[in-house]
């Protein structure tokens, strides 16, 4: 597999993101807004993102003869379209079309995208309606109340009509469960005919899965409050299915006796939405695995490169002939400098005179900062860098060239392009961090993402309803003082109640940095050795990114020494480093294993210089054999459950990288050390 097949994976897995991206934008734009005008023009900007040429798409929505256009539509321009008609109440108003300026297809992906596009428009149009009818419907029947009384008989048919005829179940019961009346929607819901002789009882009947539960709950809040919204739950139809819905109750005093007024809201298609979903999710991370094969298959091609690369500079060596045969087929730049970096010889089929090699070959105008060839000269021996020359990255390896009393009058320096093997190293560290952001993100994306934005919403209307109902409670309380809430005295309450709201609100707000932490995490690097490093904060931020996942295991300790100093190198990789091996310690542990337990400590060595991390486990273990081979590429015991066998290879490269090294101790069925040590450099603090 080449670099093209490889960009064109990532690329997929991009467009599949941005398609899930762009159906949450769609949602939520339809949810926030308050007429349909406002709908379509917000949802244009989030379906041009939702495709793979977002810069060329455009798109326009006609509904009942009113067009919503993208800022860029032109029709004039447009090469190809897709159109969705928009049907409500089964009748056609209108449709969505988006389209490209050039000549692209679309993908059968994009076009199963904008079919659920259109359903989701149409639904939204037919409840945005259906809720003006509604509310036409109740301002016509207050109109006729307050001017006509004769006409009270006709408004309360018109009432009738509204309740039986309302999308949501409507039920009136009295307090021992009693259903006084209930319209048709409740009925479809439960399954029991309306036209039943025999009365239907919440508690008899048991309409409610965990009615024990549920109902002392509802009864309690209305009591205390009045009024619920929000109750999530389950009703059960006569055969025992259950229906999910969303309830709100209010309590009703009527004629000197209490009812209980419930509205169900059907929510059987939002939990199939949130199925379907998951069922996506599993899927990208098939999609993964089976990019990670392909991957493998390319490391063997690289590394059969490099053998031959060898073979090639062996020869070179032996040969002086052969040398100067293949000095002039290399298709690396080899140069021959000075010490005053003079060009005496190139490969290259150019005309240079007295030129230096840092302006020839790199376009600069002075000497690159650890010039290899200086180095040479320097230290009579043959050096190797790998740098990075304006948008390119090069390896660069210099070799002396001696005269007969042993003093360097040369150098040979090849310079080799290799900004396409680089990019590659660095996609196989970014596929690596995806492996283990796939397995974090499928044990907390579902309870973190949409649940706490909800919260987060839903404090700041309590924070300015609490402002609201305040003057009112207190009024009220001047005339009672034996008042109380949520069976505290008023003072109590008022005194706790806004530190309870701020305390969720600060709940929520650490949920978002958690967010925050992992797409931090993910964020690709450039891989440069320059950051200075706090390896107790590392740990700490790694620690608060797999907790989550690693609770489920077993429990983490820490002993962290606070007098370490830092080091420099690079805080994503070290990061990288830290969250494999405490992921990998978490997956040793035995399936039956109930005190799992993973201890993570620093120290600094003051003889060697040196920070050491370990990281110990009480899990299976490992025997001799598995512990020669764990820091192989593509060496794993968990290829049944997705392993890449990348991980600690990865790791290993990261630590040698910044001048450490790692150590392994391990007993089979006692646990685990993993001894990692990396070198302070002076002046570091």
């Given at each position: 597999?080449?670099?093209?097949?490889?960009?064109?994976?990532?690329?997929?897995?991009?467009?599949?993101?941005?398609?899930?991206?762009?159906?949450?934008?769609?949602?939520?734009?339809?949810?926030?807004?308050?007429?349909?005008?406002?709908?379509?023009?917000?949802?244009?900007?989030?379906?041009?993102?939702?495709?793979?040429?977002?810069?060329?798409?455009?798109?326009?929505?006609?509904?009942?003869?009113?067009?919503?256009?993208?800022?860029?539509?032109?029709?004039?321009?447009?090469?190809?379209?897709?159109?969705?008609?928009?049907?409500?109440?089964?009748?056609?108003?209108?449709?969505?079309?988006?389209?490209?300026?050039?000549?692209?297809?679309?993908?059968?992906?994009?076009?199963?995208?904008?079919?659920?596009?259109?359903?989701?428009?149409?639904?939204?149009?037919?409840?945005?309606?259906?809720?003006?009818?509604?509310?036409?419907?109740?301002?016509?029947?207050?109109?006729?109340?307050?001017?006509?009384?004769?006409?009270?008989?006709?408004?309360?048919?018109?009432?009738?009509?509204?309740?039986?005829?309302?999308?949501?179940?409507?039920?009136?019961?009295?307090?021992?469960?009693?259903?006084?009346?209930?319209?048709?929607?409740?009925?479809?819901?439960?399954?029991?005919?309306?036209?039943?002789?025999?009365?239907?009882?919440?508690?008899?009947?048991?309409?409610?899965?965990?009615?024990?539960?549920?109902?002392?709950?509802?009864?309690?809040?209305?009591?205390?409050?009045?009024?619920?919204?929000?109750?999530?739950?389950?009703?059960?139809?006569?055969?025992?299915?259950?229906?999910?819905?969303?309830?709100?109750?209010?309590?009703?005093?009527?004629?000197?006796?209490?009812?209980?007024?419930?509205?169900?809201?059907?929510?059987?298609?939002?939990?199939?939405?949130?199925?379907?979903?998951?069922?996506?999710?599993?899927?990208?991370?098939?999609?993964?695995?089976?990019?990670?094969?392909?991957?493998?298959?390319?490391?063997?091609?690289?590394?059969?490169?490099?053998?031959?690369?060898?073979?090639?500079?062996?020869?070179?060596?032996?040969?002086?002939?052969?040398?100067?045969?293949?000095?002039?087929?290399?298709?690396?730049?080899?140069?021959?400098?000075?010490?005053?970096?003079?060009?005496?010889?190139?490969?290259?089929?150019?005309?240079?005179?007295?030129?230096?090699?840092?302006?020839?070959?790199?376009?600069?105008?002075?000497?690159?900062?650890?010039?290899?060839?200086?180095?040479?000269?320097?230290?009579?021996?043959?050096?190797t860098v790998e740098k990075k020359i304006h948008d390119d990255y090069y390896l660069l390896q210099a070799y002396p060239i001696f005269d007969p009393k042993g003093n360097v009058e040369g150098a040979l320096e090849f310079s080799r392009v290799i900004t396409k093997e680089k990019n590659m190293e660095l996609q196989l560290l970014q596929t690596d961090k995806l492996a283990s952001l796939g397995q974090l993100v499928s044990g907390i994306a579902h309870e973190i993402n949409n649940p706490?934005?909800?919260?987060?919403?839903?404090?700041?209307?309590?924070?300015?309803?609490?402002?609201?109902?305040?003057?009112?409670?207190?009024?009220?309380?001047?005339?009672?003082?034996?008042?109380?809430?949520?069976?505290?005295?008023?003072?109590?309450?008022?005194?706790?109640?806004?530190?309870?709201?701020?305390?969720?609100?600060?709940?929520?707000?650490?949920?978002?940095?958690?967010?925050?932490?992992?797409?931090?995490?993910?964020?690709?690097?450039?891989?440069?050795?320059?950051?200075?490093?706090?390896?107790?904060?590392?740990?700490?931020?790694?620690?608060?990114?797999?907790?989550?996942?690693?609770?489920?295991?077993?429990?983490?300790?820490?002993?962290?020494?606070?007098?370490?100093?830092?080091?420099?190198?690079?805080?994503?990789?070290?990061?990288?480093?830290?969250?494999?091996?405490?992921?990998?310690?978490?997956?040793?542990?035995?399936?039956?294993?109930?005190?799992?337990?993973?201890?993570?400590?620093?120290?600094?060595?003051?003889?060697?210089?040196?920070?050491?991390?370990?990281?110990?486990?009480?899990?299976?273990?490992?025997?001799?054999?598995?512990?020669?081979?764990?820091?192989?590429?593509?060496?794993?015991?968990?290829?049944?459950?997705?392993?890449?066998?990348?991980?600690?290879?990865?790791?290993?490269?990261?630590?040698?990288?910044?001048?450490?090294?790692?150590?392994?101790?391990?007993?089979?069925?006692?646990?685990?050390?993993?001894?990692?040590?990396?070198?302070?450099?002076?002046?570091?603090?």
């Amino acid at each position: 597999m080449n670099n093209k097949t490889i960009n064109k994976i990532e690329y997929d897995l991009r467009e599949r993101l941005k398609e899930l991206e762009c159906l949450y934008n769609i949602s939520s734009d339809i949810e926030a807004a308050e007429n349909l005008e406002e709908m379509y023009t917000n949802s244009i900007k989030s379906i041009i993102k939702g495709f793979q040429y977002s810069d060329i798409t455009t798109v326009e929505v006609v509904f009942d003869d009113t067009k919503y256009y993208a800022d860029n539509y032109d029709r004039s321009t447009i090469k190809n379209s897709l159109t969705f008609d928009l049907v409500i109440n089964c009748k056609r108003r209108g449709y969505v079309e988006v389209s490209y300026f050039e000549n692209y297809d679309f993908l059968p992906e994009e076009n199963k995208m904008m079919k659920e596009i259109a359903k989701r428009f149409s639904k939204a149009t037919e409840k945005y309606e259906l809720q003006i009818e509604l509310e036409k419907y109740v301002n016509k029947l207050e109109e006729l109340v307050s001017d006509k009384t004769k006409e009270l008989g006709k408004s309360k048919t018109l009432f009738e009509t509204l309740f039986t005829r309302a999308p949501d179940g409507v039920v009136i019961s009295d307090l021992n469960g009693d259903i006084i009346k209930a319209n048709s929607a409740f009925y479809k819901m439960v399954q029991y005919q309306e036209d039943d002789f025999r009365k239907l009882n919440y508690v008899k009947d048991k309409l409610y899965k965990n009615i024990s539960e549920i109902r002392p709950y509802v009864l309690q809040k209305i009591k205390e409050n009045g009024h619920i919204d929000g109750v999530e739950l389950e009703l059960l139809d006569i055969n025992g299915n259950t229906c999910p819905v969303i309830g709100s109750f209010t309590l009703l005093d009527l004629d000197n006796h209490k009812y209980i007024e419930a509205i169900y809201k059907d929510i059987r298609i939002r939990k199939n939405l949130e199925e379907k979903l998951i069922e996506q999710n599993e899927n990208l991370e098939k999609i993964v695995k089976d990019r990670t094969k392909d991957l493998e298959k390319q490391k063997n091609i690289l590394e059969k490169k490099h053998i031959a690369l060898l073979d090639i500079t062996e020869e070179c060596r032996i040969s002086r002939i052969r040398l100067e045969t293949l000095f002039k087929a290399i298709t690396d730049t080899v140069i021959m400098i000075d010490s005053d970096f003079n060009i005496k010889e190139i490969n290259k089929k150019v005309e240079i005179k007295n030129g230096k090699c840092y302006k020839e070959v790199f376009n600069l105008d002075i000497p690159c900062a650890n010039c290899p060839g200086k180095m040479v000269f320097k230290e009579k021996r043959p050096i190797t860098v790998e740098k990075k020359i304006h948008d390119d990255y090069y390896l660069l390896q210099a070799y002396p060239i001696f005269d007969p009393k042993g003093n360097v009058e040369g150098a040979l320096e090849f310079s080799r392009v290799i900004t396409k093997e680089k990019n590659m190293e660095l996609q196989l560290l970014q596929t690596d961090k995806l492996a283990s952001l796939g397995q974090l993100v499928s044990g907390i994306a579902h309870e973190i993402n949409n649940p706490n934005a909800f919260i987060r919403g839903n404090i700041e209307i309590a924070k300015e309803a609490y402002k609201d109902i305040l003057p009112i409670l207190e009024d009220n309380y001047q005339k009672n003082q034996d008042l109380k809430i949520a069976r505290l005295s008023f003072d109590v309450f008022k005194e706790n109640f806004p530190v309870l709201l701020e305390d969720m609100a600060h709940g929520a707000d650490r949920i978002k940095n958690i967010v925050h932490d992992l797409r931090k995490f993910a964020k690709r690097d450039e891989g440069f050795l320059t950051d200075t490093v706090d390896v107790n904060s590392t740990i700490e931020d790694c620690i608060r990114l797999v907790k989550n996942q690693i609770k489920r295991k077993a429990m983490i300790e820490t002993n962290l020494d606070h007098n370490i100093p830092k080091i420099k190198g690079n805080i994503q990789r070290l990061e990288q480093v830290i969250v494999n091996m405490l992921i990998n310690a978490s997956q040793a542990m035995d399936s039956n294993q109930k005190d799992g337990a993973i201890e993570i400590s620093t120290s600094y060595l003051k003889e060697s210089n040196e920070i050491q991390l370990l990281i110990n486990d009480n899990g299976v273990g490992m025997d001799e054999n598995t512990q020669k081979q764990i820091f192989d590429p593509f060496f794993t015991t968990k290829k049944n459950k997705g392993g890449t066998g990348l991980g600690l290879s990865i790791a290993y490269g990261i630590i040698k990288e910044h001048g450490g090294r790692i150590n392994v101790k391990s007993v089979v069925g006692e646990g685990t050390q993993f001894y990692v040590y990396l070198q302070v450099i002076d002046g570091d603090s």
